[in-house]
Structure formats: C-alpha cells, structure tokens
C-alpha cells in the first residue's frame, strides 16, 4: 500500500470533488478540472477531506494510488489556489513582452520569437527580463515553462538564457591561454 495515497486530502471551502463513472472532477473559484482514474481504485469524500482508496494488494495499484492522490491533491490546489511558475531572461539585450496574447522574446536570434498563450495558462511579463506563468492545471503550467526555458536553455559559460527562478546554473571554465605550456 502507499504510504502518500494513506494521505487524507483536505478540501477548502467553496471546492467540491465529485467522483462519477471513474471521472473526477473538482469545482473551485478559480474553474474546474477532470481526471479520469484507471484501475482498481475508489475515491471518497467525507467531512471535508477526501480519501483515495486502493481496492486491492497489487504492486500496480499501489503505484497508481500514490499517482491519484498526488493528482487530486494537485487538482484541489490549483482551482483554489492557482500555480505559477517564474522565469527570468538573462543575456545583455535580451528581453521578454507580451503583445496582445503573444509573448515576444528578444533572445540572441536573428529574429523575435514570438509564442502563443495556450488555453487555460496566463503568461505576464513584470519586467522585460522576468516572465511568470499562471494556471490552474500543475501539469500544464509546468510544460509551459519548460516550453519557454527550452526556446534558449542557459548556456554554461556566461549564463545566457532563459531559467527558472532561483536555477542555480553551474558554470564552466573559459578558454585557457595556453601561456607557461611547453
């Protein structure tokens, strides 16, 4: 059995989580989501928590109970609460603004990069080198991010490109000058 799919999953007010025909849904104020759940697994609310329960002993079961768990406490935070994940653009002249719902990134090529806001996802631009996105799905948000860090990933040498906040980058020596070798 899992010991994270044992977790209790605490519902705030104003959330509601409703389990129908292996769908789980879950209703906040800031929208609603839905999963669909495979496998041997049982999902039940009562007084203000919800239990994931895994209705059998096998190792497959209780790898997805863990999974169900994690996502559905995800799902719950996120239409309460909201994800968002920061980036910052490091490189000199290189900037980051949003056109309409487009995001346009000046970052060493030829040309703008210019990127659409998916659905469900709220990309803002603070400042020209900081860009935040914001959604309520984890899983979205995150490949989003990882989406716009992978359009020029921080290179070793200077630290050139876009990060996610607080990513430490290790750096790598330069070229050596090759004096005192004989």
Not at 61 to 67: D, P, S
């Amino acid at each position: 059995m899992s010991r994270i799919g044992k977790l209790s999953i605490a519902v705030p007010a104003g959330v509601t989580v409703e389990f129908r025909n292996s769908v789980v849904t879950v209703k906040g104020a800031k929208g609603s989501l839905s999963r669909k759940v495979t496998g041997a697994i049982d999902i039940k609310e009562e007084a203000g928590h919800v239990h994931v329960v895994a209705l059998n002993e096998e190792k497959e079961t209780g790898a997805l109970h863990g999974l169900y768990r994690a996502l559905i406490a995800d799902m719950v935070k996120g239409v309460s609460e909201g994800f968002t994940k920061s980036l910052e653009v490091k490189g000199v002249g290189w900037k980051a603004a949003m056109n309409g719902d487009k995001l346009v990134l000046n970052v060493g090529f030829s040309h703008p990069i210019e990127v659409k806001q998916p659905a469900g996802i709220t990309i803002e631009c603070p400042s020209p080198t900081d860009i935040n996105v914001k959604g309520i799905d984890k899983v979205l948000v995150g490949q989003v991010a990882a989406d716009l860090r992978a359009i020029r990933k921080p290179e070793p040498y200077h630290g050139y490109g876009i990060r996610y906040k607080g990513e430490h980058i290790e750096h790598k020596e330069g070229k050596t000058s090759g004096k005192g070798k004989k």
